[in-house]
Structure formats: C-alpha cells, structure tokens
C-alpha cells in the first residue's frame, strides 16, 4: 500500500500545488466552526512559532513542505480574523426602537414577498447622531420611485439583525455581519427624498446600481411579467421580481441555477462575443490579413465579461465566473493553454482572498462545485472533443453547432449533478428529473436566450434592442414552460433530510480528492462522498422545536411530522421549518402538551428552566431510552462578534 501511495504521489507531482487553495479554505473553515472568538495574541504567537519553526527546519526540505501547508491554511485563518476585528470596530449595539431617521441609499433590493429595500448609509436621527454602518430598510410602498446616490428621511424601526431561527440553521447575523449591516427593520411612513448632505461629484457604485435599475425596467417595459422577471434576473441580476410559484418550477426542475448569474451565463456570452468579432473581422480582410483576430476577439469578450459583471451586481458565482473567463481569454491573448483545474484553483483562492467569508456561502460553495466538476470532465474528454471537431465527412461549422448543444446539455448536467449534496445541505430538496429539465431547456438556454441577452446588451444604449428583447422573451417563454411540466410531473421535487456537516464536509473532501489527483488513488476520494451520502440516515427530526423567544413552537407527532402549534406570530420562523423539515398540515395546541411550559422567554423541560433571551431556541431530542438531547441554538452558534 505504501510503495502504492509513493507511486500515486510521484504521479500527481504537478497537481500538488492545487492543494494550496483547499488549505487557505481549511484554514477559513477552522475559524467559523469556533464557538468562541479566537484571541488574536493566540493567533500571533502561532504565526511567530511557525516562523520559529520553519528557521529551525530549514534545509529539511519535507518538513518544510508540510509548514508550508499549515502556514497556507494558517493564513486563510489570519485574514478572515483580521476582517472580522476591522469590521468589529464600529460594531456596536444600535437601538431597538421606532424613530425618524435619514440616510443616503447605497443599494436599491426587494425582499422574498416583492417589497422594495433601502440599504442606507450616514443614518442619522432628529438630533444628528450618526449610526455607523449600513441598515436595510424594507419600504411600505414601491410605488414611489428611488435612485441609488439619493438621500431620503423616514419613520421607521431599526432592529438588530435577525439570528439563527433554528439549530443548524441559516446565520442571518453572520452573512450581514460581513456585508456591513447594522441593522434591518421596515419603514412606518412614507420616504421622502431630502438633500444629501456631503454630496459627491461622482459616485460610481451609484452609476453602476442605477444602470442595472434601468436595464431591468427597460426590460420590463417590453416583456410580459414573468419573461421580464426570468430576463431581469440573467441580464441585471435582479431575482426579486420572479414570483414564488414560479421560482419553485425553475427549483423542481433542476434549473434554479439558470436564475443564478454564474459560469454558464459568463461563459456563453463570452463565447459568442469571441465569436461574433471574428465573424465580423473575417470579413475586412485588412485587419484578418494582417492581425490575429483571437486575440482582438478575446479584448472584446473581456470587456464584454466585465461590464456584465458590474451589471450583473457582482454576486460570488458572477465573480468567480469573470476570473475564470478572464485566465482563459488571457491565455488566448499569450498563447497559453488556459482551461484546467490550475485556473479554477486559482480563482477560487483570489475569491477567498478578497471576500473569504463566503466560503461558507450556498452560492461559492456550489458555484466552484460545479465548475470543477465542468473542469474535471474537460480533462477527461479533451482529447476526444478535438477528434471530433477534426473528423471528415461533415461540415466544421455543424460539428461545432452540435458540440455547443450537446456541450449546453452535458454542462447542465454535470453542474445540477455537482451541486446535488450543497442543494440538499442548504434547501432539503431534491430535484427528480433535473436530466429532463436540462436536456429540454439546455437547447434554448444556448441558441436562442443568450445570443439575445449578448444582442440585447449591445444595443440597449442605441435604443435597437426591442426585437432583441422580444425575441429573448420568446426563448424564455419556452423554458418557463418546461419548468412548468417538468415540476408538474409526479415526485419532480422529494424533501430530503440535509446531512449534517461532518457528512458535507465528507463529500466536499472526498469530492476534492477525485478532481484533483488524477492517478489512480483518486478513487479513493468516492469512499468520502459515500459515507458524506449516507450521513443523511442518521439525522433526527427534533421532538420539540422552540423558535427564538418562543414565537413559534412545534410538536413531533406519531407520523414524524411536526405540527406547529397555532400563533398569528413567527410566521418567517414557520416557513424556514417547513423548508427544513416534513410539517404536518395539522396544527396544534401547546396546552396540548404538559410536558413543557412557555412563559414569556422562559421555557421549563425537564425540570430545567431555559431562558431564550440568552439561549435564544431550542431543539429537544427525545432518544428511545427517554434520555433527552437538548441543543439551543446558542450551542450551535456560540458567542462570536455578530450574534453577541
């Protein structure tokens, strides 16, 4: 086994470098698994040691290499520090009340149920003491119109930001936290638009978020409500305008990830802007005489990438998208060979570098998962991807038609295939005929709604965009349709219990270890997602679910399902649990149930009394012996800067 190992290592000798990323990763992870904040003298006297450490060892070149494993994930565990305690210094409480207040809009959103959202910035009240930091402020009316740059005064509440709802549950504080929220709440009156204060010249983020808002309405006023919601989302960014029903077709039909600007849309665009500049520069042979026109070509879909980034509000998939594109155009532009498993390694370590809180996000989690299983199958099938492309007998320009549709279908696919384990650890669902839904829209997808989105990007300026529009409308009329059948037909999305997170962590090391070795010790890494899958079998739906301050409280019944007991408040609470788990149409009623007492915050179980104001929930497992397991979400989340 041994002498099989040292063959397999010297084998993968070029791919160890694509460690480096997973480590600086591990390092980030390590950091938010603490249920305490970590002390930064601790951190410095580890980081003094290892340099200690590594001038002692130094012409021992292995130990070398294994300090400078630790050190790379040593410095993903500093940096993430490091932003937490920046943010922290103007991290105070804020007040839990109703009053007038002022502030300039940053960021113009709406929220699940369509509300229009201020972000503000400069908040100050009747007096002219200034909040510091960013509050999301969810409008009464939307009617009014609003632009990013603008200052506006209103009365409103402000309320710290919302914890966990639940033990395992999504940290709504922590994802807030490092954007830079205070605060959220919802205004009580009409705003008003007032004169800003310290006004700029120039405000480019105000440029950038008023030009999306543009684009979404011109888009709106020429497409029906549900094709100008699904355009709006793929061109602008701007998923608040897709209705629920039907962001649950796209969901059951394994195509939610159409909605989510990432590597598919960046790619295609990118693609078909190389494409069209050397059609058009075929055809003036002054310059295709004389010039290379790839890398003209490559200059125009970078900046095409680019400017489609901005607009596309910069979400993590988007980003690590344009990264992507831009190494592989660059490598177009040297002569370089640029898709491989180096370069999406590489993007991912300069997204960790420059925002690596999201590594614990949904969206880079399954955005990278996705593009390195696209990655992992191009290495796999190059070779017979350029047979096929030099066969005879048919037309080079059909044989690459039908490669771009097979490609669409295929990539589909393997990304719905690679962000299965995150769609069932995030969202507790699974989409049955995913194949389907891909295979029918894929087609679409690739011929006819991105070549519109890239014709209409184009001409959106010059006013000549509407037959574009209208003809991108069709396309996604035909894939609204097909979401709409596949999420029609029986089963099309089962509720699955999600893993816990050793059983994740499993899958993502074990899927880590297929893509990037390539010798024959990469299987090893099926035996990781396999025990990760079959995690799933030993979680447990809790007994007895108790929200934060007691808002919501639901019962386990003889079926396994949770009945909640009947309350006009909690309603936000509720539905994160039916996401979570399988609830019972059935309600019931908590004097139903003697064994606990709820009073006010307090709650008694077990002859144990727990106060939520400081535990915040609970969730209390009853094993088969009658031993009890209660977990409080306080457990869960300890004490860090951003739920304190």
Not at 78 to 100: A, C, G, H, M
Not at 125 to 133: A, R, V
């Amino acid at each position: 086994m041994l002498k099989f190992i040292a063959e397999c290592w010297q084998q993968d000798k070029t791919r160890h470098n694509l460690w480096l990323p997973v480590f600086f990763g591990f390092g980030i992870a390590i950091y938010f698994s603490l249920s305490i904040e970590p002390s930064k003298w601790i951190t410095l006297g580890i980081i003094e040691s290892f340099i200690v450490l590594a001038i002692i060892f130094r012409h021992h070149i292995n130990i070398l290499k294994i300090f400078a494993c630790l050190g790379v994930a040593l410095a993903g565990f500093t940096l993430v520090q490091l932003k937490t305690l920046w943010l922290s210094e103007n991290y105070s409480d804020i007040p839990d009340n109703r009053f007038y207040f002022k502030g300039k809009i940053e960021k113009i959103d709406t929220n699940y149920q369509g509300r229009k959202r201020f972000i503000l910035t400069d908040v100050k009240d009747f007096d002219g003491n200034l909040y510091k930091g960013k509050y999301r402020i969810t409008q009464r009316s939307s009617k009014e119109d609003a632009n990013i740059g603008e200052c506006v005064e209103m009365v409103g509440k402000i309320m710290p930001l919302s914890k966990e709802v639940m033990v395992g549950g999504y940290q709504f504080d922590r994802k807030g936290f490092f954007e830079g929220l205070k605060g959220s709440g919802f205004a009580e009156s009409r705003w008003f638009k007032i004169e800003c204060e310290n006004k700029q010249t120039f405000d480019f983020n105000a440029v950038i978020g008023n030009l999306r808002k543009d684009i979404a309405r011109r888009i709106k006023s020429v497409l029906p409500k549900d094709e100008a919601s699904i355009a709006s989302a793929i061109i602008a960014g701007e998923l608040g305008q897709i209705d629920e029903k039907q962001y649950e077709n796209y969901r059951n039909s394994g195509l939610a990830h159409f909605l989510s600007i990432s590597g598919l849309h960046m790619s295609m665009l990118a693609g078909l802007m190389f494409f069209l500049i050397r059609f058009i520069l075929a055809f003036v042979p002054a310059v295709s005489l004389r010039v290379d026109t790839k890398k003209i070509s490559a200059v125009f879909a970078i900046v095409l990438s680019f400017i489609y980034l901005l607009i596309s509000g910069q979400a993590i998939p988007a980003q690590r998208a344009f990264i992507m594109t831009f190494v592989v155009l660059l490598g177009v532009l040297l002569n370089r060979r640029a898709i491989s498993m180096q370069t999406i390694c590489l993007a991912g370590f300069i997204v960790l570098l420059l925002s690596p809180q999201v590594l614990v996000s949904a969206s880079f989690q399954m955005s990278f998962a996705a593009v390195m299983g696209l990655v992992a199958f191009y290495e796999k099938t190059s070779k017979a991807i350029t047979k096929f492309l030099n066969i005879g007998g048919l037309h080079k320009w059909i044989r690459i038609v039908v490669l771009y549709i097979l490609g669409v279908v295929v990539s589909d696919f393997i990304a719905s295939l690679m962000t299965l384990p995150f769609a069932i650890y995030h969202f507790n669902m699974v989409a049955v005929y995913t194949t389907l839904g891909n295979f029918l829209a894929g087609p679409i997808i690739g011929l006819v709604i991105m070549p519109m989105v890239l014709m209409s990007l184009l001409l959106i300026p010059f006013g000549c965009d509407e037959i574009f529009l209208k003809a991108l409308g069709y396309g996604i009329n035909i894939v609204n349709q097909i979401t709409e059948y596949v999420s029609s037909l029986p089963n099309s999305a089962l509720h699955v219990s999600s893993m816990p997170h050793w059983g994740l962590v499993m899958i993502v090391l074990g899927g880590l270890w297929l893509m990037l070795w390539q010798a024959k010790w990469k299987y090893f890494g099926v035996i990781g997602v396999v025990i990760g899958l079959l995690s799933i079998a030993v979680v447990k739906t809790p007994d007895i679910l108790i929200g934060p301050d007691a808002k919501a409280v639901a019962f386990k019944n003889i079926a396994g399902e949770l009945e909640i007991a009947s309350s006009r408040s909690g309603r936000f609470i509720k539905n994160v649990w039916k996401n979570k788990y399988k609830v019972s149409s059935n309600k019931t009623k908590l004097e139903n149930h003697n064994e606990i007492i709820i009073t006010e915050n307090k709650v008694i179980y077990d002859n144990k009394m727990y106060d939520l104001s400081k535990e915040i929930g609970m969730s209390i497992y009853v094993n088969s012996d009658g031993s009890k397991d209660i977990k409080t979400i306080r457990d869960d989340i300890g004490y860090r800067y951003w739920n304190k």
